[in-house]
């Protein structure tokens, strides 16, 4: 069974950090290209970061470039996302996505490519 659990969200306040965490299990975890997606309310799911299976290629929104930093590590079946300098507008559910059937250095931002997705984590950012 393939589970994907996120964790870490929480509310803050502008200016502050968080880390977010996916676990990945009934998958090949090291096979895996992986993603995060946030989706607020009212708005369609975007990709804010992407990583490789081996973690060479990565891929940040322009919203959230030089603030977020995607990672992964292959020994924990976890992918992380380093939140920095929040903003308000980076209130949403926050989303790990994995796909299992990626070449090495493919990254993937539409959520169509994602076979296998969390059950998302609130983050909220107050002003």
């Known amino acids: 069974q393939v589970q994907l659990v996120e964790s870490g969200g929480g509310l803050v306040q502008a200016g502050e950090s968080l880390r977010v965490s996916c676990t990945v299990s009934?998958?090949?975890?090291?096979?895996?290209?992986m993603g995060w997606f946030r989706q607020a309310p009212g708005k369609e799911r975007e990709c804010v970061a992407a990583i490789s299976r081996s973690g060479t290629i990565k891929y940040y929104a322009d919203s959230v470039k030089g603030r977020f930093a995607i990672s992964r590590d292959n020994a924990k079946n976890t992918v992380y996302l380093q939140m920095n300098s929040l903003k308000p507008e980076d209130t949403a559910v926050y989303y790990c996505a994995a796909d299992a059937t990626a070449f090495s250095f493919t990254i993937y931002r539409r959520p169509a490519e994602y076979a296998d997705w969390g059950q998302g984590t609130q983050v909220s950012v107050s002003s």
């Open positions: 009934g998958l090949t975890f090291s096979s895996c290209a």
